[in-house]
């Protein structure tokens, strides 16, 4: 169908022209082969429609994988945002572009674990140069899986902190709700109330949700709640 040629969408939604490969160039998949089965045309009609880009910076790693990730991990990074895509396609957000980039470990400045303290100051220090909602990856978050914060700020020269921080934890389930959780704040979202939401539940009030592989569920609410962020882009 003209409406889903990957060329024309690949052009006009990615700013990407021919020759290409679908999986590094449409779904933005850099890091090798995927242990998941990709649907090219469930990925072009998301990325069309009202979608938003993610930066994903790699804190401590280096090009020849000597520092914090491996190959494996990398792999396990990709599959979660793919995870995540297919979560926020219950409620029409498409997750567009992904901008890889990294931090090298000498100039992380320690940065590879962090609390939530050390998660604002990462955020302050770096972010991508770029539209994407910055999503760093660290090797260990030491009181939470994540941080994020709720209804984050467009303008990465704020002050405070202007992205979500995940440990790369877990199966690549387990890694793109996470994933979706974290940015879910930065769109705007509370915790839900509910182990089967994608925002988890805080029944202690101690601000950090539970979530778990099947916290699955996004409502139409919730959707309309992060459609209305400044990060949202119209259907291109």
């Not at 939470?144 to 790369?168: F, H, Y």
């Not at 925002?199 to 539970?210: E, F, K, L, P, V």
Request: net charge negative; hydrophobic share 40%; charged share 20%.
């Amino acid at each position: 169908m003209a409406n889903l040629s990957i060329r024309s969408i690949a052009n006009s939604c990615l700013d990407v022209d021919p020759p290409l490969s679908v999986r590094r160039d449409v779904f933005g998949y850099i890091w090798g082969t995927m242990n998941r089965a990709l649907s090219v045309k469930s990925h072009l009609q998301r990325i069309k429609g009202t979608s938003h880009n993610l930066c994903l910076i790699l804190v401590g790693h280096e090009n020849d994988f000597s520092g914090q990730f491996d190959v494996a991990d990398t792999r396990r990074m990709q599959a979660g945002v793919d995870v995540m895509r297919e979560l926020y396609a219950q409620v029409g957000i498409g997750v567009r572009k992904l901008y890889w980039t990294r931090i090298p470990l000498a100039d992380a400045n320690g940065h590879t674990i962090v609390n939530a303290a050390g998660a604002t100051d990462l955020t302050e220090e770096w972010s991508g140069d770029n539209d994407g909602i910055d999503v760093f990856f660290v090797t260990s978050v030491t009181d939470a899986g994540g941080w994020s914060v709720r209804n984050g700020p467009c303008d990465k020269d704020a002050q405070g902190r202007t992205g979500a921080v995940l440990e790369l934890m877990g199966s690549d389930q387990v890694m793109g709700v996470l994933m979706a959780h974290e940015v879910g704040h930065y769109l705007g979202l509370p915790h839900a109330g509910s182990l089967t939401n994608v925002m988890g539940d805080d029944s202690d009030g101690d601000g950090i949700g539970s979530i778990n592989a099947g916290s699955v569920d996004l409502t139409g609410a919730q959707g309309n709640t992060m459609q209305s962020h400044c990060s949202i882009q119209a259907a291109c």
